[in-house]
């Protein structure tokens, strides 16, 4: 059988490409390695933080924003096609000040969003307090961004791959790629643990592990995986009703009374194991961001491994020497944020359409290495 | 601490009552003796089967038809409230035959139901299989009850409890209640493993557990346990879009291509465990009725323990003998479909409000058995 | 049926008495309220501390002394029958000092164990160091024991409920006893959520439910729940050897490469649900012991819940007003310990032996009250 | 940091290799992509059946001997390294037979064992029964294996792999190996997705994914993956006290009541799910060989990823073209009983010295091809 697609990856970006381009009338196949949705896109805490993440301009800035705007109508498709539902969440975040020079940052990256725009201004530690009331009495202050939200990960990357398969998108897991084929420079399929796989447009959207498939085609992406740590309590009674983002720990609440606190950042592995000091640092911050916290119940403890590149900007395009060869990844933090839009932008290069933002800027060819 | 109303049970239908009566303003407390959600509710298939349970009218009937039109205005609540979709669902079911006998048998169910209004008709097989192509072809029709669904069992439970908690209501785990406390006959509070609490009414909801709670108080309920297996498939393709039921076997699909076969019926334990041959029927059963689902993913088996009563009707009303002890147990087969209308009357009860129908039918007293 | 012994309690000690019986060739039915090894010997560390734990000499202490030296045989004997391994280790236990006032304090108890001919010895920071070089370096010496080692608690659980079940023993679980049954003051059977059973002679062994069962009989045993919560890492590399104790503080090096970390005390709930605070300040404690631990890997935390009673002792005894009702709960910290002689004493008393120790400190009348 | 050597592959027989390794003072580097023990050493029944598993003499069948003898002191040797008991046992096995035909075939494999040396007789069915009263009526007599046994595969492989970090063994988990670095043809370290390790040699023992690795070597082996799927049940009471054996299902009882039935083959497969099919199927087998089965408890399903080769040999042995590369996979359903000697024998190799058994029938190069 022939495919007009093959989506390597089984993550929140694949199963949003193969969800486009199902949309679109594309006969697709979703190759997944392992099981589908058991990396980065399970452990996730599913910020949107289009305002929260950035502190200068830049293309990066602009592609969030745009694909934050896409949640609310991704979300009522996706629940009418799979029966999931994405816990989307608009509530807003703030990102708080323990002093002066915290104050001083946010102010600065306040000036810049609203220039862009951004609905975001700063608001002082008593209304925060109103709107959150057992947080710390430390905190001096927050920046208020009242457009970032979040989802459940998990839910958002099921949602799309159901949705895709209810399109008539093949799902295969535990199909590992080892190669792209190539004829005369030219994508034309896939070799993998069970054999090859032939299509027309080959689209590499496997996270942190997307680099080693490209390891024959004399090309290597410049990513490198970042290990994130985060744990999960509950409690009964309402901790906390807004997303808080502060150095190096965020707090965010999910259904249910369910607090997700992450994440640590440990570049240069692929090991899925949490560490007893990941943990341990994490629940000192998130003990001075909320007090209350130490009264909630335990959940549990993951880790998850996000694919950074070099500049910090994902890879979005066609491969600069193999046509039909499609990247989509480097999404770093961005991956669930990222996800609606990557769908859209991908599948608009197949169609060969107008796109709806330069992507100039997330060329493979820019960091593009010769192997070693 | 006083509070005006303690709910014992922390499944769906204490659940339900608790989340009623927050909304008119009551403190209430609600204990559970494991923790929340942990049996009957957390393994139920959470059908909606107004229509498809019931082959005679009755009062039991009106009820269910009652409370499966409150479902829609629930789910927009709760989600609201909690951030939990209670995935409803309400394509319809299929009650199929596989015989004359079986057919003549649903026309006269369905003569009945169109009787009181009921929208259900029979259809042929070959309608039937354009619906669901899957399906046996060994199936000569079905009755079809469009009215019917499903929702999901404990993402209900959790959405009742999670709504109630966050108007106000105390939830305590691993908190056993060993007795209610009375005065001149009056219930006042229970007695529990952590001591005394106190309250102006107390509500029993604790399913199959129910009765044991009362057996300090001279008054027997006629309930027993009946344990129900389940197992779970999942599909990346739809094997099936609508409920199907048939003898002893239901096939109930779920988001994201997972279904739920249930369910076997084992009176008078309240063991959790699973048979090997409980589960070698169910299987047997939905091949019969659905082959293609030999090629889905095993997924798990689990059991849950639901609160039968020797009339089949529930308990729904104030204790004969104890002014101030209501009662909510026995919904059997039906604790998910009743818990939307359990809540609103016992808080009519309380309220001592004009019921939005005649309970008598399932009062405490038409049992009560001395002591043994 | 009629059996010779009701045994009440699926933990280690009802496990370990209805294994002494069913050697002496009783007939046994052994009750469980939920599943077997599911609470405290399940969550126990498994340290066998009886050197460790006792800070004076006492009734205790001797009954500690007695039981653990019956470990080697235990192990082998339930290892033939069960195939499980107890992994009884005899590497010995250090109770550290972090300062004068500790080492005064553990060389106090130190000479109290060697009068009783305990081996016990004081050894200096240097010496521990060389057994185990990952310690702190802050820890200015500690009391060694060398007699004192640890078992797989819920693997002794589980090979003595197996042993007996191999020698004849019914196990039954998810069955509750309400009460027991009395005829002229003598205990001759039990009621439960399934019926009534009946045997010559009932043994209370529910840990900290046990009070619960003696609710009807107009006997209140004075004990209480202290819940215990723990964590665990685990390493290929070897962390530590030997078992540490600390000040609320123990690490207990297991197969494989894990460690047990525990445990926490909070009285008076039967809630085994795991706080934040509680895991973050047993993290605290063992980085100041073990810094090197901050390098191993996350694996789980979880609670348990211990009886305790109110002047530390257990009850090992006949009922003082009903014959034939025997009760053997209230081993708090030390119920993994002493399981192998409450099984033989409980048996010596049934058969009316000579006892191997005289038990009047454990008697049940020593506390008992009228009830409120 | 360099190593003398690298083993790739945190399976059972990576394990055991580095174990040898280790025993003879070489520093070892062990690689595992995943998680140690996390594909077919823990999928497996764990069954030593030397005797069992062979229809004729060939050098497998004198390899699976050797091997099985080396198990008692394994056992005790892992023991006492690591803590963990492998729960070897050797009760025996049966291969039964339910017709005239299969009787005639198990005779004629008696003959040819006898032959052999190995101790195996015909036992009626009246005898068989006498030992294992519950097994179906149906059954005419069984093969009788009294030196056979089983143990518990995942102890085995944490065992091997424990006791060898004990002896200096570095262990890194979630590192993926691409390829061999090959030197003038020589192996000199291995390119990981963690950067490259070098080291004297190179041992392949990854089970079904290790010829992914020698991909880039020019060289493929000739093996395919065999998915294997099994379940457990458990009981109180003792249902099968030896392992039985028929055509395409085994039943192994483990200790503390559970029996593992296994195992389907579905070849040409990396996919780790169950199917519905798989089990159902399996669970007629069952039935039909022990009736009383079906009053056990269900516990789970899971399946394993086994190594087959086109001739049914392993291989074992230094690669025909790069010095320094050798390969240990291709054990098929033997992975587990061959471990030991698998260890002992590329450790010998790899020191040059006399083999205990000639090994030429499983070279590398019977059957190298070139890549496609």
Same mark, same amino acid.
């Given at each position: 059988?022939?495919y007009d697609?093959?989506?390597?990856?089984g993550?929140?970006?694949?199963?949003?490409?193969a969800? #486009?381009?199902?949309?679109?009338?594309?006969k697709v196949?979703l190759?997944?390695?392992d099981?589908?949705v058991?990396?980065?896109?399970?452990?996730?805490a599913?910020m949107?933080?289009?305002?929260?993440?950035?502190? *200068?301009? $830049?293309?990066?800035?602009?592609?969030a924003?745009?694909? +934050?705007?896409m949640?609310?109508?991704?979300?009522?498709?996706? +629940?009418? /096609?799979?029966?999931?539902?994405?816990?989307l969440?608009?509530?807003g975040?703030? @990102?708080?000040?323990? #002093? *002066?020079?915290d104050?001083?940052?946010l102010? +600065?990256?306040? *000036?810049?969003? @609203?220039?862009?725009?951004?609905?975001?201004?700063?608001i002082s530690?008593?209304?925060?307090?109103?709107?959150?009331?057992r /947080?710390?009495?430390?905190?001096?202050?927050?920046?208020?961004?009242p #457009?970032?939200?979040h989802? %459940?990960?998990?839910? =958002?990357?099921?949602?799309?791959?159901?949705?895709?398969?209810?399109?008539?998108?093949?799902?295969k897991?535990?199909?590992?790629?080892?190669?792209v084929?190539? *004829?005369?420079?030219?994508?034309? $399929?896939?070799?993998t643990?069970? $054999?090859?796989?032939?299509?027309?447009?080959?689209?590499l959207?496997g996270?942190?592990? %997307?680099? @080693?498939?490209?390891?024959?085609?004399?090309?290597?992406l410049?990513?490198?995986?970042? !290990?994130?740590?985060? &744990?999960s309590?509950t409690?009964?009674?309402q =901790?906390l009703?807004?997303?808080?983002?502060?150095?190096g720990?965020?707090l965010?609440p999910k259904s249910?009374?369910?607090i997700i606190?992450?994440?640590?950042? !440990?570049?240069?592995t692929f090991?899925?194991s949490?560490? &007893?000091n990941?943990?341990?640092?994490?629940?000192?911050k998130? @003990?001075?961001? /909320?007090?209350?916290i130490?009264?909630?119940?335990?959940e549990?403890?993951?880790a998850?491994?996000r694919?950074?590149?070099?500049?910090?900007?994902?890879?979005?395009?066609?491969?600069?020497k193999?046509k039909?060869l &499609?990247?989509?990844?480097g999404?770093?933090?961005?991956?669930?944020?990222?996800a609606p839009i990557?769908g859209?932008?991908?599948?608009?290069?197949?169609?060969? +359409?107008?796109?709806? /933002?330069?992507?100039?800027?997330?060329?493979?060819?820019?960091?593009?290495?010769?192997?070693?």
């Amino acid at each position: 059988m022939s495919y007009d697609c093959i989506v390597i990856g089984g993550g929140v970006n694949g199963g949003s490409i193969a969800y #486009s381009l199902a949309k679109r009338g594309k006969k697709v196949l979703l190759l997944e390695k392992d099981r589908v949705v058991s990396k980065a896109s399970k452990a996730a805490a599913g910020m949107l933080a289009a305002g929260g993440e950035f502190v *200068e301009d $830049g293309p990066l800035f602009q592609l969030a924003r745009k694909s +934050r705007a896409m949640f609310p109508e991704v979300a009522q498709e996706l +629940r009418e /096609l799979s029966g999931i539902d994405i816990e989307l969440i608009n509530k807003g975040m703030y @990102k708080i000040a323990f #002093s *002066e020079d915290d104050e001083a940052d946010l102010k +600065r990256i306040i *000036e810049f969003q @609203k220039q862009e725009g951004e609905k975001v201004d700063w608001i002082s530690a008593k209304q925060l307090r109103v709107q959150e009331p057992r /947080l710390s009495s430390a905190i001096t202050g927050a920046m208020y961004l009242p #457009s970032d939200g979040h989802v %459940s990960a998990p839910n =958002l990357a099921f949602a799309f791959l159901k949705s895709a398969a209810k399109l008539g998108v093949d799902i295969k897991e535990f199909i590992e790629v080892y190669s792209v084929i190539m *004829e005369n420079g030219i994508a034309t $399929g896939v070799m993998t643990t069970e $054999g090859a796989y032939f299509s027309n447009q080959v689209i590499l959207a496997g996270g942190a592990w %997307s680099s @080693k498939v490209l390891a024959d085609t004399n090309i290597r992406l410049d990513t490198y995986p970042v !290990k994130g740590e985060c &744990f999960s309590v509950t409690s009964h009674q309402q =901790l906390l009703t807004s997303t808080i983002f502060s150095h190096g720990c965020y707090l965010v609440p999910k259904s249910g009374g369910r607090i997700i606190v992450g994440a640590t950042e !440990k570049a240069n592995t692929f090991s899925q194991s949490v560490s &007893f000091n990941g943990i341990s640092g994490l629940m000192e911050k998130a @003990k001075r961001i /909320l007090p209350a916290i130490v009264e909630a119940e335990w959940e549990m403890a993951w880790a998850g491994i996000r694919p950074q590149t070099s500049d910090g900007l994902p890879y979005l395009g066609e491969h600069p020497k193999h046509k039909n060869l &499609f990247v989509a990844t480097g999404h770093y933090r961005n991956g669930i944020l990222l996800a609606p839009i990557t769908g859209e932008l991908i599948a608009d290069l197949i169609e060969e +359409r107008q796109m709806m /933002l330069d992507i100039a800027s997330f060329s493979i060819e820019r960091h593009v290495k010769q192997p070693v």
